[in-house]
């Protein structure tokens, strides 16, 4: 294993255990231990199998996209998925997301500009839906403004959740804008026309050194740039952008109803299907700040948060949130790993270098 992955591990784990600490430091760690003992893990078996049919239709839902612009198979989509996101679960960066698309390079050919921008897209979906339903929860939920959780530099309150929403539909608004944009050929063809054009405003280049600069920088520029807007051709089809909507919106419902599910064997935890569907959502922004990887600690500290908008105890909301959040996390790193060697892809690899051979 490479010294700077070794590296980028042991920070990892450092930052995991200085997160978990910010967030449980007001909870007694004999009541956090006694409480994890009294969960009745009976019900982690059919939390985690709905949290992994869940992944099997966020891949359904991976091909249906990259299908727009290249038909792959259901196993070439799984695979570089799982692995993206046990990535995301142990390595700092999200290096998940940009690992998708170079493993789906490697193995299928799949130009990686194209895989990046069909990455981009789902998560258009996700976060869209994720918007819509934080808007139903501060409509329904009464969260006091003056209520807030500290976690290191953060204050977790409303007004963090609403500042959280509001940058990330601004966000979502300018991409989705930008999609339909590049979506049509005649404002691509200017793009690329003014990319070519670059070298010109090098008034003091000489001619051959205009023409390098446009056969190695500006060419390559409109390779990516034409790739990319290849990879959101699910533009042009609303059929299987329906498909997609409604595919996000069983995902999550199924995440959360492994939370509710995990709920049934936690003492304290008495919170029905649209309670802790909430928790979830609010958890979902918290965890969008900047965080360690398998965002532990800010997970754990937005579950306290939103767990006690429904009077549940500091320390069951701090037992309960811990271990859901394994129940989340560990099926996907093993998935990951067992995709990593079904695959022969060398994940650290990819992780760090981008597109390689085997």
């Given amino acids: 294993m490479k010294k700077n992955i070794k590296l980028s591990l042991i920070s990892g784990m450092l930052i995991s255990a200085v997160a978990l600490y910010f967030a449980f430091r007001k909870v007694p760690l004999i009541d956090l231990l006694n409480y994890l003992m009294s969960i009745n893990y009976f019900w982690i078996l059919p939390s985690m199998l709905v949290v992994l049919i869940s992944f099997v ?20 989509a799984f695979h570089p998925m799982m692995i993206g996101f046990m990535l995301n679960c142990v390595l700092p960066g999200r290096v998940g997301e940009m ?6 390079h490697k193995n299928n050919n799949f130009p990686f500009p194209m895989g990046l921008a069909t990455v981009a897209a789902e998560r258009v979906f996700d976060v869209s ?44 608004a300018i991409f989705i804008a930008g999609i339909i944009m590049i979506s049509f050929s005649t404002i691509r063809n200017i793009i690329n026309r003014a990319i070519m054009k670059i070298p010109s405003l090098l008034f003091f280049a000489g001619y051959s050194y205009k023409k390098k600069i446009q056969k190695k920088v500006c060419a390559p520029l409109v390779y990516f740039a034409e790739n990319f807007a290849s990879g959101f051709a699910l533009v042009k089809y609303p059929k299987k952008i329906c498909v997609c909507i409604g595919l996000s919106i069983i995902i999550w419902s199924l995440l959360a109803f ?71 996390m560990l099926p996907v790193i093993g998935i990951g790993f067992v995709s990593a060697m079904i695959t022969g892809v060398n994940i650290w690899r990819v992780s760090y270098n981008g597109p390689v051979n085997k």
């Fill in 258 to 328: 492994s939370y509710y599910i995990m709920a049934l064997g936690c003492p304290g935890i008495d919170l029905t299907y649209f309670e802790l569907s909430a928790v979830m959502i609010i958890i979902c922004f918290f965890i969008a700040l900047p965080s360690v990887p398998g965002f532990w600690g800010i997970w754990e500290a937005g579950g306290v948060f939103a767990l006690s908008l429904f009077g549940v105890s500091s320390k069951d909301a701090a037992g309960f949130t811990l271990a859901n959040h394994a129940i989340q």
């Fill in 99 to 104: 690992a998708r698309p170079a493993i789906l």
């Fill in 57 to 76: 239709l966020r891949a359904f839902r991976w091909q249906i996209i990259l299908s727009s612009a290249r038909e792959v198979s259901f196993r070439q």
């Fill in 129 to 172: 839906l994720l918007i819509t339903l934080l808007i139903a929860v501060l409509t329904i939920v009464q969260i006091d403004p003056d209520f807030n959780i500290a976690f290191g530099e953060y204050n977790l309150s409303r007004k963090t959740l609403t500042t959280i929403g509001e940058n990330m539909l601004k966000m979502s």
